[in-house]
Structure formats: structure tokens, C-alpha cells
Antibody, heavy 124, light 107 residues
Framework: EVQLVESGGGLVQPGGSLRLSCVVSGFTFSEYYMDWVRQAPGQGPEWIGRSRNRAKSYTTEYAASVEGRFTISRDHSQNSLYLQMDSLKTEDTAVYHC???????????????WGQGSLVTVSS | DIHMTQSPSSLSASVGDRVTITCRASQDIRNKLVWFQQKPGKAPKSLIYAASSLQSGVPSRFSGSGSGTDFTLTISSLQPEDFATYYCQHYNGFPLTFGGGTKVEIK
């Protein structure tokens, strides 16, 4: 069974940093694309970044709203995906989900399984 | 960036009703569209990918159609468990973006 479990959220002041972790199980982590999506309270989801798989050298993509402030990384010995968040702003307050990407016919990647999310609150 | 516009933003319907939600992309995304269902406190769940392909395990009362810029999600006979918020999302390049959502409420 595929499982994704996020942790590391909490309250942080504007300008501060936080690192979220997503521990995965039930699949070969290195073979899959992984995404981070956040959802602010009462709002729709917002994609923030992607880590491609080993075949694509784990390259990354970011949304403009987080580019230069957030960094996605992996530790395959720990089966973990990370989201390093620096220079946090109040508008970064949201539940952050990690997602396993799945390949559909035609070769495109879409969101598969989601973790339950980790709440990040940026406030003074 | 590709902007996704959903309508309506909310609707009230009764069990058994046929419900239609529309999603418009700001530019041609071919068929690269997913529909999600989200219930309160839960992560979104994928219903349809490639605009019209039903995800495994999703009831056949859900269907999707469209191509290019205009897309539709239809629930043929609304069931009690279908009251939720629905989102469309394109995957035709970065950034991946979502529509604003349609909340389906009980009449």
C-alpha cells in the first residue's frame, strides 16, 4: 500500500524557515516523480513544486511564488522527500501535501496519491 | 501561466439530480485536464484524467468531456456522498494550475 506521511509543520514567524518531511512507503521512491501542493485555509490547491525521478536526474520545477525561497530535495536512504522553506511570508500559511506522480497513457504525469498534509502557519 | 476558470462557484442540488460543472482554460491545453473531488478535511481525490478517462474505482456516474479550452464534469445522478468541492487542474506545462473550485451543496 502506498503511503505518504508529512511532518514538520508548525508556527513560524515571517522571515523564518521550516523544513517539511514526507516519508513514503509502498513503492520504489527513486522511480517516481513527487510534487508538493499547498492549500491555504478556505482556498483551492496551489502547486508549488516537483522533483522528477532518477531517470530524469531528480531535476526540479517550482512555482514562481516560491522560486528562490523553497527547495525540494530527497534522501533515498530515508525514503523521504523534503521541502525546505526559507524567507517565509504570511501568505505561505497553508496545509502542505506531498503527492506521488503517476504516469498515465501517453506518458504524462498526473497527481496520484496524496499525503494527509502538514499545516504551516506563518504569523508574528 | 494558464488560468483555469470554473463555473459555477457553488450550486445546490438534490439527490438524483444531474449536475454539470464547467472549466475553461485561458489557452489550449488539448485534453490535459484532471478533475478532483475534495471533502472537508481531506486531500483531493482524482476522478478523471485526460479530460475524459475515469480513474480506477471511480463510479461511472462521473464523466468528463471537452478538449482545447472548454471542459465539463458531469455527475449523472447525484448521490449523498458526492456533496463536496470539485476542482479542475491542467497539466499542459508549468506551472500546474487549478480552477477555483465548485462547491456542490444539498438543496
Amino acid at each position: 500500500e502506498v503511503q505518504l506521511v508529512e511532518s514538520g509543520g508548525g508556527l513560524v514567524q515571517p522571515g523564518g524557515s521550516l523544513r517539511l518531511s514526507c516519508v513514503v512507503s509502498g513503492f520504489t521512491f527513486s522511480e517516481y516523480y513527487m510534487d508538493w501542493v499547498r492549500q491555504a485555509p478556505g482556498q483551492g490547491p496551489e502547486w508549488i513544486g516537483r522533483s522528477r525521478n532518477r531517470a530524469k536526474s531528480y531535476t526540479t520545477e517550482y512555482a514562481a511564488s516560491v522560486e528562490g525561497r523553497f527547495t525540494i530535495s530527497r534522501d533515498h536512504s530515508q525514503n523521504s522527500l523534503y521541502l525546505q522553506m526559507d524567507s517565509l511570508k504570511t501568505e505561505d500559511t497553508a496545509v502542505y501535501h506531498c503527492i506521488r506522480g503517476v504516469t498515465i497513457p501517453g506518458g504524462k504525469i498526473v497527481f496520484g496519491e496524496w499525503g494527509q498534509g502538514s499545516l504551516v502557519t506563518v504569523s508574528s | 501561466d494558464i488560468h483555469m476558470t470554473q463555473s459555477p462557484s457553488s450550486l445546490s442540488a438534490s439527490v438524483g439530480d444531474r449536475v454539470t460543472i464547467t472549466c475553461r482554460a485561458s489557452q489550449d491545453i488539448r485534453n490535459k485536464l484532471v478533475w478532483f473531488q475534495q471533502k472537508p478535511g481531506k486531500a483531493p481525490k482524482s476522478l478523471i484524467y485526460a479530460a475524459s478517462s475515469l480513474q480506477s474505482g471511480v463510479p461511472s456516474r462521473f464523466s468528463g468531456s471537452g478538449s482545447g479550452t472548454d471542459f465539463t464534469l458531469t455527475i449523472s445522478s447525484l448521490q449523498p456522498e458526492d456533496f463536496a468541492t470539485y476542482y479542475c487542474q491542467h497539466y499542459n506545462g508549468f506551472p500546474l494550475t487549478f480552477g477555483g473550485g465548485t462547491k456542490v451543496e444539498i438543496k
